[in-house]
């Protein structure tokens, strides 16, 4: 596969007028109606007349010197969780299709519009984002980039928006993350997932999972990628990224967990890039993080994400319960079990856990583990119920941890070329976001060997 533009490369295209906006929203719905591509199961919805319309009025704005952002033109998409005016947001569902059309962008959407990228359209999801997997038994299943003959999931529940960029159909995603949603997909297809701070973006006019849990992040090709995309979520001034040396890291390795039951090629993957950062002078300490033993007793009855789904779902199972994912319902329908007094237990724990967790970590620079424990399964495998759960639990596991403890968190590449995509998630605590960005843009280079 050749290998793809980083938003930065696209800009001054553009600047340079090597290229235009229609010419990249060309390609893009090019590659999207490609019958041998994935484009008919990376998309639920694809705008083409609006996406041209919005491309040459970027092309004029430039013209006449008034391009919005040097990014203004470069087409994007939007996972199927985020309102579009004038759209039905489905969530990767057929039970919300009698929803009247959005009256206003998601305030995420706002902002990537307001910075001139062409929305090219809304990709697939796990229904109602509720699993790892990328799984869609209404709209297809994406296929992974690995062994595409074969079939893999492409990971969940950002899985059209990962493979839209791997793909060549977008030049970045906007996706969410309250369990790994970005992490994952973007681990499964060799690309670059970012989990802000929860706080960092606003959740307005996206159908919720879990609003303890749920974060706005992007998808996208490159460490820089993501944090413009991210800069430009969170309404922060754009600027160019400056990676921090690997020599002189202070990375912590957690033994408690994040390293159990893992895939052979993923536990040599990342062993390989740990040493790789070493050798380049990181400073690296395998640590015990017992905070992270609470966070599965935590979610023993569902957690938040089953309590809070269940209370936005409770009227519309019982209208339009027999059209949703059995997969999907039965996880949500969990949340009707935990009582108030439960979900007062939960806040409190989470409290503790964010506290202890903040302070374990802060001697360091970031922790390192990988994003996934699993690498991608086939689809054909996971028929079966049990072998789904199964996978879906080790997709999530790593990445809920940080979710848990309010973190943020990148999913870098650490795979070499030919071998099955592994991620290595780089995280910290609460606040530290542009920490991350930093030291992921020194060793993402270097990790891929």
């Known amino acids: 596969m050749p290998t793809l533009p980083t938003l930065a490369a696209l800009a001054a295209d553009l600047d340079a007028g090597r290229t235009s906006a229609r010419k990249l929203v ?19 919805r694809v705008d083409a007349a609006a996406a041209i319309a919005a491309a040459e009025a970027m092309d004029a704005l430039r013209k006449a010197n008034a391009a919005p952002s040097a990014f203004a033109g470069i087409p ?31 305030a995420a959407v706002a902002r990537l519009r307001r910075a001139g990228f062409v929305v090219i359209g809304r990709t697939n999801m796990t229904e109602f984002a509720y699993s790892g997997i990328g799984i869609n038994p209404h709209y297809g299943t994406p296929k992974s980039t690995w062994q595409r003959d074969v079939g893999h999931v492409p990971g969940g529940s950002s ?56 974060s706005i992040g992007p998808l996208a090709r490159s460490v820089q990628c993501c944090a413009t995309l991210d800069a430009v979520l969170a309404d922060q001034p754009l600027t160019t990224l400056q990676s921090r040396p690997v020599r002189g890291m202070r990375l ?54 089953a309590a809070e789904s269940f209370a936005w779902h409770r009227y519309l199972i019982v209208a339009n319960g027999d059209v949703y994912d059995p997969r999907v319902r039965d996880r949500i329908i969990r949340g009707e079990t935990q009582s108030a007094a439960d979900y007062i237990d939960l806040i409190n724990a989470r409290k503790s856990l964010v506290a202890r967790a903040t302070q374990r970590l802060s001697p360091y620079d970031a922790i390192v583990l990988p994003t996934t424990a699993n690498t991608p399964p086939k689809i054909a495998d996971l028929a079966d119920d049990k072998a789904f759960t199964k996978a879906n639990l080790l997709a999530l596991r790593n990445c809920t941890l940080i979710n848990m403890i309010d973190g943020c968190a990148i999913s870098l590449p650490c795979h070499r070329d030919g071998e099955v995509p592994v991620g290595l998630m780089l995280a910290g605590s609460a606040g530290t ?8 843009a020194g060793m993402e280079s270097l990790i891929r060997g």
């Open 26 to 44: 060309d390609q893009c719905l090019a590659a999207i109606q490609d019958p041998n591509g994935e484009g008919a199961r990376a998309f639920v």
């Open 76 to 106: 994007v998409s939007i996972k199927d969780l985020f309102d579009i005016k004038g759209q039905v947001t489905r969530a990767g569902s057929r039970a919300l299709d009698d929803n009247p059309p959005a009256e206003a962008d998601a």
């Open 159 to 214: 899985a059209g928006a990962a493979v839209s960029v791997a793909d060549g159909m977008a030049h970045g995603a906007l996706g969410t993350d309250t369990g790994g949603s970005c992490r994952i997909p973007a681990a499964f297809n060799g690309v670059v997932g970012f989990k802000p701070t929860q706080a960092r973006v606003p959740l307005d006019g996206a159908v919720p999972l879990s609003p303890t849990l749920d």
């Open 252 to 305: 912590a390795v957690p033994t408690t967990v994040a390293l159990d039951d893992l895939d052979d090629a993923v536990a040599q993957a990342f062993e390989r890039a740990l040493e790789t950062l070493s050798r380049a002078g990181a400073w690296i300490e395998r640590i015990a993080v017992p905070e992270f033993l609470d966070v599965a007793p935590m979610s023993a009855k569902g957690g938040f994400t």
């Open 433 to 440: 976001d542009q920490r991350i960005f930093e030291l992921a």
